[in-house]
């Protein structure tokens, strides 16, 4: 079992950043793939990034490409989101999860309660 908490989220002006955070306990982290997801009011939950157990491969769509950042710290058992050039179409709750496979087509165990990103225009 893998417990996961998001941190990091609030209200930042349009062009601005945030780090969203994500804090792991329970069975090994570093043996998870981790991903960050969003759902905005009305739409269906979509991918935003991924990373790798090892951290060497990591994925993006192409709505954050260029503008997001995902990394971990497989120490401190959390991994990160780096949102800079922040958009109003960003705005969402936003999600972390921990899964296995295929690093292509992780089969997600595990989600986090969500924080919330409001990106003022």
């Known amino acids: 079992q893998v417990q996961l908490v998001e941190s990091g989220g609030g209200l930042v002006q349009a062009g601005g950043s945030l780090r969203l955070s994500c804090a792991a306990s329970g069975r090994s982290f570093s043996s998870y793939h981790m991903g960050w997801f969003r759902q905005a009011p009305g739409k269906e939950r979509e991918f935003v990034a991924a990373i790798s157990w090892s951290g060497g491969s990591k994925y993006y769509s192409d709505s954050v490409k260029g503008r997001f950042t995902i990394s971990r710290d497989n120490a401190k058992n959390t991994v990160y989101l780096q949102m800079n050039s922040l958009k109003p179409e960003d705005t969402a709750v936003y999600y972390c999860?921990?899964?296995?496979?295929?690093?292509?087509?992780?089969?997600?165990?595990?989600w986090g309660q969500g924080t919330q990103v409001t990106v003022s225009s």
């Open positions: 999860a921990a899964g296995g496979g295929s690093i292509t087509n992780i089969e997600y165990d595990y």
